[in-house]
């Protein structure tokens, strides 16, 4: 599923930002430019990637 639909950015790939040591949306903004258009996926982001990182 597309989680910023902006830059293309789906949540497999915020789950392999999270293997690879991301943590925080800012790491997602900094490594992939998440958020950084229209902003409305930031919330999804932080979702997605607290739920990786309960996983992981
Ligand atoms: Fe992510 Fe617009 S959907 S910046």
Redesign the pocket.
């Known amino acids: 599923m597309y989680?910023?639909?902006?830059?293309g950015?789906t949540d497999s790939q915020i789950r392999q930002g999270v293997q690879q040591g991301m943590q925080h949306v800012r790491d997602l903004y900094q490594q992939m430019s998440?958020?950084?258009?229209?902003?409305?996926?930031?919330c999804t982001a932080k979702q997605v990637l607290s739920h990786c990182q309960s996983e992981a």
């Open positions: 989680v910023c639909i902006c830059h950015i998440l958020g950084s258009q229209c902003g409305k996926c930031v």
